[in-house]
């Protein structure tokens, strides 16, 4: 156990709804990242934030995507109008700081579109 | 070209070997490098990180880093069975990179 714990495990929703996953960090980290993995790919990056402040966002990541980090503690991430093609494990990591400090991945949430 | 490469196996060795992964990357501004690990329907979990060329050792582990040839490595002495997982090589410049990872067994 990291100390980084994502919300829920896993989820299973129709075509067309939205989700939101939720990630707490470990607490004196104000960096935490959100990533998407496939099965037989390594974590793709998709957004991070320092602090409340959301520095980058990915350009392949779909405007259905948004999240939210208020007072700089958990995360949230959105998906809007959920598309089959979305099925994969979402993972939330966080760091004390960028660059040469270690992310330290939560469990992960499994989506399952149908 | 992927901006971090790793065969992707499977790599198979046998209990007590040496088993070596292998990584390069595109990106010749990158200053970190990490080596995590990935059992089967977990998340990952870091072995190691290496910043300097030259060789960095933790145990039965040992990072390799080669900027000029743009390629980082992870050797595992004595491999045991609980070190089969897929190995993800991750590499950070503005933003942190992953390769599609290999996957080692260890046999008995």
């Known amino acids: 156990d990291t100390g980084v714990s994502q919300d829920p495990r896993h989820k299973i929703t129709k075509r067309g709804q939205n989700v939101t996953f939720r990630c707490d960090p470990i607490s004196e980290h104000n960096r935490l990242y959100w990533y998407r993995q496939t099965l037989g790919q390594g974590p793709e990056f998709l957004t991070y934030f320092q602090n409340e402040a959301q520095l980058e966002k990915s350009r392949l990541l779909s405007d259905r995507f948004s999240a939210e980090r208020p007072k700089g503690s958990f995360s949230t991430l959105e998906i809007q109008r959920t598309e089959q093609g979305d099925s994969a494990m979402y993972l939330c990591?966080?760091?004390?700081?960028?660059?040469?400090?270690?992310?330290?991945f939560g469990p992960g949430t499994r989506l399952t579109v149908l | 070209q992927k901006e971090v490469e790793q065969n992707s196996g499977p790599l198979s060795v046998p209990e007590g070997a040496i088993a070596s992964l292998n990584c390069t990357y595109s990106?010749?501004?990158?200053?970190?490098f990490f080596w995590y690990r990935q059992y089967s329907g977990k998340s990952p979990e870091l072995i190691m990180s290496?910043?300097?060329?030259g060789d960095k050792e933790d145990g039965r582990f040992t990072a390799q880093l080669n900027k000029a040839s743009q390629y980082v490595s992870l050797l595992i002495r004595d491999s045991q069975p609980s070190d089969s997982a897929t190995y993800l090589c991750a590499v950070t410049g503005n933003d942190m990179r992953f390769g599609a990872g290999t996957r080692l067994t260890v046999k008995p």
């Open positions: 990106d010749r501004g990158s200053q970190s």
């Open positions: 290496i910043y300097s060329n």
């Open positions: 990591a966080s760091s004390l700081s960028f660059g040469a400090d270690t992310q330290y």
